[in-house]
């Protein structure tokens, strides 16, 4: 009979200890999912604010060459569930779904449509990597002279 009560305290001392473990383990992994997070967070709000400093800039420099409209932002293959290889084969220019682009590019695509920006989605090939991907474009004409820019 000890060796029996001794068999179960060493099995219940291995479960709680085995517990622990795995608590502690969660506790690991839930602090550096959440340290990633803020990581992305970070990366996220230093790419949002590049853009919208750099839409002035780029204002005048599509209107000075003439252009009405002009890119702003690259979408990362992150930034959007749309997967630009299924649009049609035409090259069209198309608002997007708001509730389709994620992160940076979802915040720059609100912030250019609460300034009257008209912002747009453009498809477009790149030849060094092979592959379709988005644009954030935005009207150009209205805001040249209006900005300072």
């Given at each position: 009979m000890a060796t029996d009560n001794h068999f179960l305290d060493a099995i219940k001392r291995a479960t709680r200890e085995g517990q622990q473990v795995a608590r502690q383990a969660q506790q690991h992994h839930e602090a550096r999912a959440a340290s990633l997070q803020e990581q992305?967070?970070?990366?996220?709000?230093?790419?949002?604010?590049?853009?919208?400093a750099e839409i002035p800039r780029c204002i005048?420099?599509?209107?000075?060459?003439g252009r009405s409209y002009g890119r702003i932002m690259r979408?990362?293959?992150?930034?959007?569930?749309?997967?630009?290889r299924w649009q049609s084969e035409y090259w069209e220019a198309r608002r997007p779904d708001p509730n389709k682009?994620?992160?940076?590019?979802?915040?720059?695509f609100?912030?250019?449509h609460e300034h009257g920006l008209k912002p747009y989605l453009v498809r477009d090939y790149d030849y060094?990597?092979?592959?379709?991907?988005?644009?954030?474009?935005?009207?150009?004409c209205d805001h040249a002279a209006g900005t300072g820019a």
């Open positions: 992305l967070n970070q990366e996220m709000q230093a790419r949002y604010e590049a853009v919208i005048k420099s599509h209107f000075c060459q979408l990362r293959f992150d930034e959007s569930s749309e997967d630009p682009l994620k992160h940076a590019a979802m915040r720059v609100i912030y250019c060094d990597i092979g592959c379709f991907f988005f644009y954030i474009g935005i009207n150009c």
